[in-house]
C-alpha cells in the first residue's frame, strides 16, 4: 500500500487540518446553496441510473449512504424502491436532506448523524447489501489510520457479497496536470464556480463562488486512485472496478470523478 501523510497535515499558514473541519465548512449558509451546485435534474441526467443499475446488478436491497450530503442518491433511491439509510457527519446536512426528502415526497427516509470511524457503534447489529460514499465525501479524511478504520467498517456492515462504492474527484489529473473540468457529471449548477485556491500532495482548498459573490471553502485531502483502490484491498474487498466519469476503461486522467466499486 502506498503511503501518505499522517496528521497534522497543515494549511499554507502551518494551521493543522483537524478531523472535524468539514463540520465547520459545511456551514448553514452553504450547506443551504449546496443544491445549486449540484444541479439535481442535470446530476441525474448525467448519471443516467449509474448507481442504480449497479446496485440492481448485485441484489442490493438496503443500502446505507454514509455520506449522504443534502440527500441527492439517498432520496433517489429510495424513490426507486430501495431501503435506504441516509448518514452524514455534519448535521447541517442532515437537515437539507430531510428537507430534500420532504420536497420530493419521501417521508420514510432514515436519516442519521455518524461519523465514519463510528460506523459500527452506531450501526451495531445492522448490515447492509451495500454502502456508498458519494460526492467527493472520502477525501474529508485526512489520517490514513481514519481512513483505514472507516472502510474496516464499512466492510463489517456489508452482508456477504455485498458491495462499496466510493467516488473522488480525479486528484492524479489535478496534482499531475493540473486543475480542470468538463463540467459533465457531478458539479452542474451553472451558477457557481469551483476551483482550488490551494493545491498541493497533502491538501486542496477548493473555494466554491457564486454568481451573487457568496463564497465557501472545503479544505479536503487529494487521494490518488490507485492508493484508494489499495486501501479497499486491504480492507479485505475484492473485485475491485473503478469507473471514470461513470465509463469502465477510462483514460487515467480524462474524467473528472472516479468511482471505485467493491465487493466483500
Known sequence: MSSERELPVTAADNTPVRRDLYKEQYS????????????WQRRAEAENNFFQDILKGHGVET????????????????????????????PNMLVQTRQNAQRFGIDDLRVVEAEWTRLSEVFAGESFDAVICLGNAFTH?????????????????LNA????????????????????????SYYLGEKVEVRPEE???????????????????????????????????????????????????????????????ATK
Open 161 to 184: 457479497g455485498g458491495i462499496a462504492i466510493i467516488d473522488q474527484r480525479n486528484y492524479d489529473a489535478i496534482l499531475d496536470n493540473g486543475f480542470s473540468s468538463k463540467h459533465q
Open 28 to 39: 448553514p449558509e452553504f450547506v443551504g446553496r449546496w443544491d445549486e451546485l449540484i444541479d
Open 63 to 90: 443500502v446505507l449512504d454514509i455520506a449522504c450530503g443534502t440527500g441527492y442518491h439517498a432520496v433517489t433511491l429510495r424513490a426507486e424502491g430501495f431501503q435506504v439509510t441516509a448518514a452524514d457527519g455534519a
Open 141 to 157: 479524511l485526512f489520517d490514513e489510520g481514519d481512513r483505514v478504520k472507516a472502510l474496516s467498517q464499512v466492510y463489517q456492515l
Open 199 to 261: 493545491l498541493s500532495e497533502d491538501l486542496v482548498r477548493m473555494r466554491y463562488e457564486y454568481e451573487d459573490g457568496e463564497v465557501h471553502f472545503l479544505t479536503i485531502c487529494p487521494i490518488r486512485q490507485e492508493y484508494v483502490t489499495n486501501l479497499l484491498l486491504g480492507a479485505g474487498f475484492r473485485n475491485v472496478k473503478r469507473y471514470g466519469d461513470f465509463v469502465e476503461g477510462y483514460d487515467f486522467y480524462e474524467p473528472d470523478f472516479v468511482i471505485q466499486v
